[in-house]
């Protein structure tokens, strides 16, 4: 298995770039290339295919094989892709491991994240993620990314729209590992009503922004509450959270 975490650990280093080190295009920090705010997703990278940054890669690879070795039935997804780098890693951690009946579920509007819908959802009221272009990354766009890393295949699955139109219908009966980057409440709260009565008892929450975005973190424990869910919550970073499904 040496080859296969060798492969897996270049794959986290070309993803975010942190070889050629890509300034950051984010408003917040200076533009320079910074390792610290790289390995922490702390930037938006100008040409990386993904902002989580190290950690929270290792994190989703530690969930994945941790849900292979225990054969925690069910495919993969995240919910809000960005340019598709978590994603392309989830592929890429199957592939290293030989798995080809599980699959790898993409899903986003591929046009940003909605306008807020207060009337509904109060708590994201004010929210700003709409009005960053830097966000929204098109269907070809994120395919294209794929095949650039030889991984665009028949266990790659696109689901292109808003979450309220099509995670109802995710075509998949069981998932093993969760991960959720929509930001916003409606987002998460759409994603988990949807999706984690698929996830399997094993399988593995991932919400990115839990500790960051008001509006995520408030999904999650209200969701939490209401499906009097009591398995622990676990800090990745600044920013990350997971949880494992008890029975």
Known sequence: MQAAALYLDLMKKI???SIY???NAGPWQAPAYARPLRENGQDWPLVAHTM????RLDNLQYCIERALADRVPGDLIETGVWRGGAVIFMRATLKAHGVTDRRVLVADSFEGLPEPDPAQFPEDAGDSHHRHPYLAVSLEQVRANFERYGLLDEQVVFLKGWFRDTLPRV???RLAVLRLDGDMYESTWDALRHLYPKLSVGGYVIVDDYKVVPGCRAAVEAFRRQQGIVDPIQDIDWAGVYW????
């Open 52 to 55: 989580i940054g190290l950690k």
């Open 244 to 247: 494992r499904r008890g029975a």
């Open 171 to 173: 075509p998949a009966d």
């Open 15 to 17: 993803l975010t770039n």
């Open 21 to 23: 080190e890509d300034p």
